[in-house]
T-cell receptor, first 115, second 112 residues
Framework: DVKVTQSSRYLVKRTGEKVFLECVQD?????MFWYRQDPGLGLRLIYF???????EKGDIPEGYSVSREKKERFSLILESASTNQTSMYLC??????????????FGPGTRLTVT | AQTVTQSQPEMSVQEAETVTLSCTYD???????LFWYKQPPSRQMILVIR????KQQNATENRFSVNFQKAAKSFSLKISDSQLGDAAMYFC?????????WGAGTKLIIKP
């Protein structure tokens, strides 16, 4: 059974803080993704990674960075949190070559509030 | 530009009845994939159905089936015999040209 876990379900941070969101998958998936989910906007891709140390920007990478040092772990970093980054953050992983045509397996999400 | 439109922000259905969620999309590609994902309240998003555009046959998964109209660029999801556990946000997504575009979602309410 594929399992994707995220380090926190809820997180409250102050403006300007550096924030780390961690995601771990246990199925040896090549691809990992970070999305943010806002009401009425669906999911928007922040970054994705198709291999260790490889990353590509998604639709809204500004204000975020990522790290993938090990295949099973993909971290999202908010360098200096701002209130407009208050959102639900979803991590996902999938098999296959670089791309989005395979089923994605999602973590439970981290609801981040920046005050 | 590739787009996915879910025109129904919210739908409700009586338990045991059938409901159809609509999704329209736009892409200039001829080969692509379409997905329906389900996100139950406070639970993880899961795949409901995946459809490959070159396959004419509509995908089905138990009580879930799609009506894929390639020429009309429509990909609706039909849920038969609705159950309380079907209550969720449903997202339609299009994979095309190395991008995955998501719709805004439809909240499905099941009335007991």
């Amino acid at each position: 059974d594929v399992k994707v876990t995220q380090s926190s379900r809820y997180l409250v941070k102050r403006t300007g803080e550096k924030v780390f969101l961690e995601c771990v998958q246990d199925m040896d998936h090549e691809n990992m993704f970070w999305y943010r989910q806002d009401p009425g906007l669906g999911l928007r891709l922040i970054y994705f990674s198709y291999d260790v140390k490889m990353k590509e920007k998604g639709d809204i990478p500004e204000g975020y960075s990522v790290s993938r040092e090990k295949k099973e772990r993909f971290s999202l970093i908010l360098e200096s949190a701002s209130t407009n980054q208050t959102s639900m953050y979803l991590c996902a992983s999938s098999f296959g070559s670089r791309g989005f045509s395979y089923e994605q397996y999602f973590g439970p999400g981290t609801r981040l509030t920046v005050t | 530009a590739q787009t996915v439109t879910q025109s129904q922000p919210e739908m409700s259905v009586q338990e045991a009845e059938t409901v159809t969620l609509s999704c329209t999309y736009d892409t200039s590609e001829s080969d692509y994939y379409l997905f329906w994902y389900k996100q139950p309240p406070s639970r993880q998003m899961i795949l409901v159905i995946r459809q490959e555009a070159y396959k004419q046959q509509n995908a089905t998964e138990n009580r879930f089936s799609v009506n894929f109209q390639k020429a009309a660029k429509s990909f609706s999801l039909k849920i038969s015999d609705s159950q309380l556990g079907d209550a969720a946000m449903y997202f339609c997504a299009l994979e095309s040209n190395y991008q995955l575009i998501w719709g805004a979602g439809t909240k499905l309410i099941i009335k007991p």
